[in-house]
T-cell receptor, first 115, second 113 residues
Framework: DSGVTQTPKHLITATGQRVTLRCSPRSGDLSVYWYQQSLDQGLQFLIQYYNGEERAKGNILERFSAQQFPDLHSELNLSSLELGDSALYFCASSQGVSSDTDTQYFGPGTRLTVL | QKEVEQDPGPLSVPEGAIVSLNCTYS??????FMWYRQYSRKGPELLMY????GNKEDGRFTAQVDKSSKYISLFIRDSQPSDSATYLC?????????????FGKGITLSVRP
C-alpha cells in the first residue's frame, strides 16, 4: 500500500458528462501528480500541483482541469467526456517539487469507462 | 517518433531465467532514468533509479544506462513468478521548470513456474 488513496475505484458514465476524481496524497507529501493510462498511449503525465499551486503541465486536454486544496487533497475534473477518455487515471504524490529526483508514490487508480 | 520507445512484448520466460528489458529514447536532455513495476490492477511502483551512465545493482535487479546510445536496460537475474508484472521505463530532464516524467508504454513479463 503506497499510502495514496483514490476514489472512486470505478466510474461508468456517458459521453458528454462531467466527472470528478479525488486523490489524497501520502501524509507529508506536498506534490500531487495526475496521469492517464490507456492501452494505446501508455502512461501519460497530465498535471502536477505543489502545495496548492500548479507546477507543471503535460498532455492535459482543455476539457480537463485539476486543483489541490489547502488540506493537500486533489481533484481532477473531466468534462464533455468522449469515448476516448476511457482510461485508468492515476494520482501520485511526492514530498518535494521535483518530479525527477523525488520518488513518486502512485495510488491504485480510478478506472473510467465512458459509454 | 515517440520520445521513449519500449519493446512491446509480452515476454514469457521460465523461472530462473535472466530477463533483459530495454528502452530507447530520443531526447538528449533526459538525465534521470527509472524503472517502475506495475502489478495487475495496481499503480506503478518505483523499482530502480539512476542518474548517470553505467550500472546500478539492487539485489536481483540491475539497471544500465548508456547515454551515448540513448539506451537503458533492466536486467532481472534468477527471475521468479512474483516478478510477473508490467515494467515501465521512465525518464526526466531538468531543463526548465516544467520537469516531468515521460514513460515508455510498458512490457508485460510473465515468469512461468
Amino acid at each position: 500500500d503506497s499510502g495514496v488513496t483514490q476514489t472512486p475505484k470505478h466510474l461508468i458514465t456517458a459521453t458528454g458528462q462531467r466527472v470528478t476524481l479525488r486523490c489524497s496524497p501520502r501524509s507529508g507529501d506536498l506534490s500531487v501528480y495526475w496521469y492517464q493510462q490507456s492501452l494505446d498511449q501508455g502512461l501519460q503525465f497530465l498535471i502536477q500541483y505543489y502545495n496548492g499551486e500548479e507546477r507543471a503541465k503535460g498532455n492535459i486536454l482543455e476539457r480537463f482541469s485539476a486543483q489541490q486544496f489547502p488540506d493537500l487533497h486533489s481533484e481532477l475534473n473531466l468534462s464533455s467526456l468522449e469515448l476516448g477518455d476511457s482510461a485508468l487515471y492515476f494520482c501520485a504524490s511526492s514530498q518535494g517539487v521535483s518530479s525527477d529526483t523525488d520518488t513518486q508514490y502512485f495510488g491504485p487508480g480510478t478506472r473510467l469507462t465512458v459509454l | 517518433q515517440k520520445e521513449v520507445e519500449q519493446d512491446p512484448g509480452p515476454l514469457s520466460v521460465p523461472e530462473g531465467a535472466i530477463v533483459s528489458l530495454n528502452c530507447t529514447y530520443s531526447n538528449s536532455a533526459f538525465q534521470y532514468f527509472m524503472w517502475y513495476r506495475q502489478y495487475s490492477r495496481k499503480g506503478p511502483e518505483l523499482l530502480m533509479y539512476t542518474y548517470s551512465s553505467g550500472n546500478k545493482e539492487d539485489g536481483r535487479f540491475t539497471a544500465q544506462v548508456d547515454k551515448s546510445s540513448k539506451y537503458i536496460s533492466l536486467f532481472i537475474r534468477d527471475s521468479q513468478p512474483s516478478d510477473s508484472a508490467t515494467y515501465l521505463c521512465a525518464m526526466s530532464d531538468t531543463t526548465g521548470a516544467n520537469s516531468k516524467l515521460t514513460f515508455g508504454k510498458g512490457i508485460t513479463l510473465s515468469v512461468r513456474p
